[in-house]
């Protein structure tokens, strides 16, 4: 079992960087796919972005390709989410998951473990 907890959320002007982090306690975190989702007010949570177990590969949905970027760092069991040209889209809340295979990584429907979610609003 894994307990997920971000942080790093906060209210950014356009343009601006922010950067979540993602503290996991419990076993074997180095085992888990990671992945970053974001909801925004009225509408479905849709994959961010994954990561494998050995930190390598990530993916990226395409509105974030190029701005965002996913990393992990197995010895402090802590999985990152560097923002980088926030828009006003970006607007939502923001929740790191965990699953143990890496398949259909941008299906939420797959992660087994999911934090409380931290508020990321950027006004334009």
């Known amino acids: 079992q894994v307990q997920l907890v971000e942080s790093g959320g906060g209210l950014v002007q356009a343009g601006d960087s922010l950067s979540l982090s993602c503290a996991a306690s419990g076993r074997s975190f180095s085992t888990y796919v990671l992945g970053w989702f974001r909801q925004a007010p009225g509408t479905e949570r849709e994959f961010v972005a994954a990561i494998r177990r050995s930190g390598g590969s990530p993916l990226y949905a395409d509105s974030v390709k190029g701005r965002f970027t996913i990393s992990r760092d197995n010895a402090k069991n802590t999985v990152y989410l560097q923002m980088n040209s926030l828009k006003a889209e970006d607007t939502a809340v923001y929740y790191c998951?965990?699953?143990?295979?890496?398949?259909?990584?941008?299906?939420?429907?797959?992660?087994?473990?999911w934090g409380q979610g931290t508020q990321v609003t950027v006004s334009s």
């Open positions: 998951a965990a699953k143990s295979v890496y398949s259909s990584v941008v299906d939420r429907a797959g992660y087994n473990y």
